[in-house]
Structure formats: structure tokens, C-alpha cells
């Protein structure tokens, strides 16, 4: 049975730093990706950021250069490293995961493609 379990939110001033985490189990696909999604009150789901088990990542333009996505595969760990924090990045975080690689695409692939997702985390940003 495949889990996903994410931690680290939490309320923060803007300017900020948090870095999210998510502890994946059950999972057997040696070609994956994994993602980060977010959804604020009253708004689609977006995609924030992904990185496939090749290391490719993809980011949303509006997090390129203030977060950063990796995984440590010794502790199936995924990470989301948030810096300089906006008010508009509040929403309750996802992560997810799919057996695929993003090689493809351009931009962070759509939340349809994933097929397992945690429970949420979420992040509060204050100005």
C-alpha cells in the first residue's frame, strides 16, 4: 500500500523560510516522479514543483528560484525547500507521486498524471 505523508508547514512571516517534507512507503516503481501541488481556498489545485527518479525537475514560474525540490532515496524522503515566502503561497501543500518521468515536459506535470497523493500540509504566509 503506497502512503504519502507530509510535514513541515506551519505559519511564517513573508521573507521567510520552510522547508516541507514528505515520507513516501509501499512504493515499488523504479521510474517515477513526484511532485508538490498546493490549493488555497476558492482555487484549483496547481502544480509547484516535481522531480522524477532521474533527477529532472520542473518548477511553476512563480516559486522558479525561491524553492527547490530534491528527495533523499536512502530515506524515501521528498523535500520542498520554500525561501523568501509570499503572502500568496499560503494554501494547504500535496505531495505526490506517479509512475513516469518527466523528460517530455516542459512544465511541472498536471495533477491527473499522479496517482497517489498525501494528505496535506499547510502553509501559512503573513505580510
Known amino acids: 500500500q503506497v502512503q504519502l505523508v507530509e510535514s513541515g508547514g506551519g505559519s511564517v512571516q513573508a521573507g521567510g523560510s520552510l522547508r516541507l517534507s514528505c515520507v513516501t512507503s509501499?512504493?515499488?516503481?523504479?521510474?517515477?516522479?513526484m511532485g508538490w501541488f498546493r490549493q488555497a481556498p476558492g482555487k484549483e489545485r496547481e502544480g509547484v514543483a516535481a522531480i522524477d527518479s532521474d533527477g529532472a525537475t520542473r518548477y511553476a514560474e512563480s516559486v522558479k528560484g525561491r524553492f527547490t525540490i530534491s528527495k533523499d532515496n536512502a530515506k524515501n524522503i521528498l523535500y520542498l525547500q520554500m525561501s523568501s515566502l509570499k503572502p500568496e503561497d499560503t494554501a494547504m501543500y500535496y505531495c505526490?507521486?506517479?509512475?513516469?518521468?518527466?523528460?517530455?515536459?516542459?512544465?511541472?506535470?498536471?495533477?491527473?498524471?499522479?496517482?497517489?497523493w498525501g494528505q496535506g500540509t499547510q502553509v501559512t504566509v503573513s505580510s
Open positions: 505526490a507521486a506517479g509512475p513516469f518521468q518527466i523528460r517530455d515536459r516542459e512544465d511541472v506535470p498536471e495533477a491527473t498524471a499522479f496517482g497517489y
Open positions: 509501499g512504493y515499488v516503481y523504479s521510474r517515477y516522479c
